[in-house]
């Protein structure tokens, strides 16, 4: 896009070629997969981990502790 | 996804890849085939509204059985599989014409609410001689009461697939616009299972959107017993991989951005009945990396449980996550990073 060219917010470019190819075959848009836009998911959560308050456990020193 | 919206050889390398870990696959909708079956340790059964493919025999075929109320990425909406897919196989086990658009329904046909379903459930209990577990699966609609009202009908494990779930074809507009996040889903899910008293009595496995260890590890911390996964699982078949780069574009589209499933011109050879581009998915291949993604996921579950001071990672819990939204925090019902430490 242009730099001094200011897209629509409500009708960005993938909305205006929807709306034309709607327009054009006056039928709905098939497709596969899932959706494409973005939604509040996993990636905004955070594991907190450990440090003090409370305590990592090792690997392979854990397993041969507990042994 | 179903035999039909996938190759032969797309279902068999998924078989073999779960089988290696030792997890489970699904039919999905379209019968069960023999390559799904003999590669497969573990066959879930779907039973969908179409029926397509449904007999007695391969029920007692299955390791479980599950009961497809809906699909996160189309929640109230029913199977789609166009003519291109259609070959004389996949015509043959749906008992419909070849090359011709395939519709089914999106309510079961015998049973309209959870006092029928119980008594559905009590039908293939019988029939596979009580030695089935019985799964029902719910797009994520109002999860709360979906996961109440499967509980009422006897189901042994809720599968809720998140609005991120794919589908071999659908309308955009439901893919895009129908449905809620897994995120939130999931909460109301746990929440009505504790209420009931049956949370990790009835098994709750969430789906949709599921790429990472940590997005596993996220989800048992919330209170799901397990994961399943569709599309990453795809993913790892070669799925919108960077290979073909020409027939992408007869498509219109690019590695990394196709989302065409349902034209049957899989340029990698997972979703298509196309005999020469399914030849591009060698199923030992691709079981093996499938088994590598999986593995990969588990390594990642671990270290994060330690990480978090947990000899098991059924012992993560809401407690260790903070969201970093205040989205995400009321969806999760988690709370804010800032939020940290002032709690009692």
């Given at each position: 896009m242009k730099k001094d060219l200011k897209e629509f917010k409500t009708f960005p470019s993938s909305t205006i070629k929807e709306i034309q190819r709607a327009a054009k075959e006056g039928i709905y848009q098939i497709r596969g997969l899932g959706a494409k836009r973005k939604v509040p998911d996993f990636d905004d959560l955070v594991f907190l981990g450990a440090s003090m308050s409370r305590y990592p456990l090792e690997t392979v020193l854990q397993k041969i502790l507990l042994n | 996804m179903s035999f039909g919206a996938l190759g032969a050889n797309a279902k068999e390398a998924l078989g073999r890849g779960a089988s290696a870990m030792g997890t489970s696959t699904t039919t999905g909708d379209g019968g069960m085939t023999k390559e799904e079956r003999g590669s497969s340790k573990y066959l879930v059964y779907q039973l969908l509204?179409?029926?397509?493919?449904?007999?007695p025999d391969d029920l007692r075929k299955a390791d479980a059985i599950e009961i497809v109320v809906g699909q996160g990425a189309k929640p109230g909406g029913g199977g789609m599989l166009l003519g291109q897919k259609i070959n004389k196989r996949v015509a043959g086990m749906r008992t419909l014409p070849e090359g011709i658009d395939q519709r089914s329904a999106c309510r079961h046909p015998d049973w309209t609410g959870p006092d029928d379903l119980e008594i559905k459930i009590q039908e293939l209990r019988e029939i596979t001689n009580w030695e089935k577990p019985i799964y029902i699966k719910v797009g994520a609609a109002r999860p709360y009461y979906d996961t109440t009202l499967a509980v009422k009908a006897g189901a042994d494990v809720v599968v809720l697939d998140g609005m991120q779930g794919g589908t071999a074809a659908t309308q955009d507009v439901f893919i895009e616009h129908v449905g809620i996040p897994t995120l939130g889903a999931l909460r109301e899910s746990v929440d009505a299972l504790k209420e009931l008293n049956m949370h990790r009595k009835v098994q709750l496995i969430v789906s949709g959107g599921i790429r990472t260890g940590a997005d596993v590890a996220k989800a048992i911390a919330m209170g799901a017993d397990a994961v399943s996964i569709g599309s990453a699982a795809m993913m790892a078949l070669n799925c919108n991989a960077d290979l073909y780069r020409k027939d992408y574009e007869k498509l219109g589209t690019e590695p990394g951005y196709c989302h065409h499933c349902h034209t049957g011109k899989c340029p990698v050879g997972v979703a298509t009945q196309d005999p020469i581009l399914e030849k591009r998915l060698n199923p030992i291949e691709g079981g093996k990396r499938l088994k590598n993604y999986l593995s990969t996921l588990t390594l990642e579950l671990q270290t994060l449980a330690r990480a978090n001071g947990k000899s098991d990672v059924r012992n993560l819990e809401p407690e260790d996550l903070a969201a970093l939204t205040v989205e995400a925090a009321a969806m999760a019902r988690v709370p804010l990073l800032e939020q940290i430490g002032y709690q009692d």
């Open positions: - | 509204p179409s029926r397509y493919g449904m007999n």
